[in-house]
């Protein structure tokens, strides 16, 4: 038995119900050991973040507007890859859920979760739509990107009847590729890396080189959740891996408590947006200045040429401002941090890594208001100090200027506060008048 404290909430990996079977009592053990390692990622690192900008999610089930489906199709039509996922009810083989997400030219992409229990019947008009979309997702000249084999991701869906098997769209496995690119990018910790210039790994013990149970099985059959905490340096939630995924999430249908729908939904779409999120660095075998450097707007697009925002690429001089902690142990043995020893151009990668974690988080909270064409950033600036709306960060987004916050309740406070009209024409030229 393990000597560990394991949190209430959770199963602790030792202490299956004796009341199993062996191989009940197998994957119960394998369920409670994934719980609690996405327990200590959540203390250690930060979470995985795409602003909501980037993206819009569709339910897809039988109360699906047509006029919807036509867009959805005209959307697919357009793309050339996608990224997909499914989930499954109690048993691998009961898949209950599919998820796409659209890799377009130009954001925002879209997220389709398409509930296989709630499916229209099969002579209406739009289950055909749905039909169409998957020969669509399907088609030769289309390529699918997924974590595993695809083919074992789809075949337990075919009696749905909205595909069959074999799919002719390219198939690319995104854990052999990360199994090939961490070949070539090795890892390395503070104590085994060769000198101050290489990348150190910030993900769990196991990337380590110099951890002797590291061999290529492992990595070859490595979890989605680990190889985006190797290569972004951030958690992403596995929490909700097991689930009734059979019952409706869309909600304006759902019998689901919101807070426990709002996590399902988080997780299906976070499963293949990350997927999109790390495609190009794996199969084009970048380093890790290529992805650090890389806004996330390219990362999503299937266009290299994307104008790329500035706000996204620009980080401040004090944000790039290194810092650390002495205790009075560590100035008695030597003088300065790990930071200090390190050279300039290991300091320079390190505050990439740390800027881009803070870049993936700017746009968490956010309020998005109308502008009129004559207002500046400035004045937008001046009159948001003069109401004391304490925002941390805008940006342009066509008409409308995004003002991001810190927190949760300042939003919902400053929603309430602000009003929608704020930097409209008649707001314009009255605060023009008093100037």
């Keep these: 038995m393990s000597l560990r ?45 795409v602003p909501s900008l980037c993206y819009k999610i569709y ?89 595993g084999e695809l083919v074992n991701e789809f075949k337990h869906a075919t009696s749905f009847s909205l595909f069959s098997l074999p799919i002719p769209a390219k198939q690319i496995n995104l854990q052999n590729e990360f199994f090939m690119w961490y070949k070539e990018v090795p890892p390395h910790c503070e104590v085994c890396r060769p000198n101050d210039d290489v990348y150190v790994t910030t993900g769990p013990s196991m990337f380590c080189k110099c951890n002797q149970s590291i061999n290529n099985d492992s990595i070859r059959t490595c979890s989605l959740q680990n190889a985006i905490l190797y290569t972004t340096g951030c958690f992403l939630d596995k929490s909700q891996t097991e689930n009734t995924w059979s019952s409706m999430l869309d909600p304006d249908y759902t019998t ?18 990350s997927l999109t999120y790390i495609r190009l660095p794996l199969t084009q075998r970048w380093t890790f200045l290529q992805l650090e450097k890389t806004p996330i707007y390219v990362l999503l697009t299937d266009s290299r040429s994307i104008l790329v925002d500035p706000d996204l690429d620009y980080i401040s001089d004090a944000e790039c401002s290194p810092s650390f902690t002495l205790t009075l142990h560590d100035y008695k043995q030597r003088k300065g941090g790990a930071h200090s020893r390190r050279s300039i151009a290991a300091r320079r990668q390190r505050n990439v890594i740390r800027n881009r974690r803070r870049r993936l988080g700017r746009y968490r909270c956010q309020l998005i208001r109308y ?10 600036k001046e009159i948001l100090h003069q109401l004391q709306i304490r925002f941390i960060h805008t940006k342009w987004e066509g008409n409308n200027v995004i003002i991001a916050l810190k927190t949760q309740h300042l939003r919902e406070q400053y929603q309430r506060q602000l009003p929608i009209d704020i930097f409209d024409k008649n707001n314009y030229y009255s605060q023009h008048r008093r100037t």
């Design 5 to 49: 404290s394991i949190p209430s909430h959770l199963r602790n990996p030792d202490e299956p119900p004796p009341s199993l079977s062996a191989k009940a009592a197998t994957r119960w053990k394998r369920n409670a050991k994934k719980a609690l390692q996405n327990y200590d990622y959540q203390q250690q690192f930060i979470l995985f973040y």
């Design 59 to 147: 339910h897809i089930h039988r109360f699906t507007d047509l006029n919807v489906m036509d867009n959805i199709i005209i959307h697919f039509q357009t793309c050339s890859s996608f990224s997909v996922d499914t989930e499954s009810f109690q048993h691998t083989s009961n898949i209950a859920l599919i998820q796409i997400h659209s890799i377009p030219k130009e954001l925002p992409a879209l997220v389709l979760l398409i509930q296989l229990h709630h499916l229209p019947i099969q002579s209406s008009i739009l289950f055909q739509k749905m039909k169409l979309l998957f020969d669509i997702l399907c088609d030769k000249n289309k390529t699918i990107y997924s974590w």
């Design 256 to 273: 689901l408590d919101s807070e426990k729908l709002d996590k399902m939904i988080h997780y299906a779409s976070y499963d293949c947006i």
């Design 371 to 380: 502008v009129y064409r004559r207002f500046s950033m400035k004045q937008i």
